[in-house]
């Protein structure tokens, strides 16, 4: 939304995230924007309602959208990167998985894989079969020492699709 606003005062680069976000938003006018991002303040969701959008633009090859994306993944890269460190993960090779709508888009998929292979080329990403509530059960099952097996993830997964839980 910073975006939008610098592209229509002229302090950034013209892109197609202004019409966008005054669309989306409901908005006519640039300065009801400018009053709802800087003085009202917007919900977490609605900020991410917004970001299939963006990542819509960024594959059309707006350079704004770009940036965007390519911020965010430097972002949450960082965060693997120092999460992995303190679990010490590094220097060895680890595995990654992820989860949530703009982690499906295979927009974001190709950006991320790229930058993931340059920022941590040991890191093998592999998509979800789990939940992610049942993800963290693995993981400290593992803490734990217990032995995670084919036949105890296929049991998890039966579970979860019978308690009603969304799978990947």
């Known amino acids: 939304m910073v975006a939008a606003v610098r592209a229509a005062d002229g302090r950034g680069l013209q892109t197609r995230l202004l019409p966008l976000v005054m669309e989306s938003l409901g908005l006519e006018d640039i300065n009801e924007l400018m009053r709802r991002l800087y003085y009202e303040g917007m919900s977490r969701a609605a900020i991410a309602a917004l970001g299939p959008k963006v990542l819509d633009i960024a594959a059309q090859g707006d350079r704004v959208a770009e940036a965007i ?99 990947p």
Do not use: D, W
């Open 69 to 167: 994306l390519q911020r965010g993944i430097e972002e949450l890269l960082l965060m693997v990167k120092t999460v992995a460190k303190q679990l010490n993960f590094l220097p060895g090779s680890f595995r990654l998985t992820y989860t949530g709508g703009i982690a499906q888009s295979p927009v974001f998929q190709q950006h991320f894989r790229a930058a993931l292979r340059r920022r941590l080329p040991t890191c093998q990403l592999v998509p979800p079969i789990l939940p992610p509530v049942l993800g963290a059960a693995l993981l400290a099952l593992e803490l734990l020492g217990v032995v995670v097996t084919p036949q105890l993830v296929a049991t998890m997964r039966q579970s979860a699709q019978a308690k009603g839980l969304e799978m």
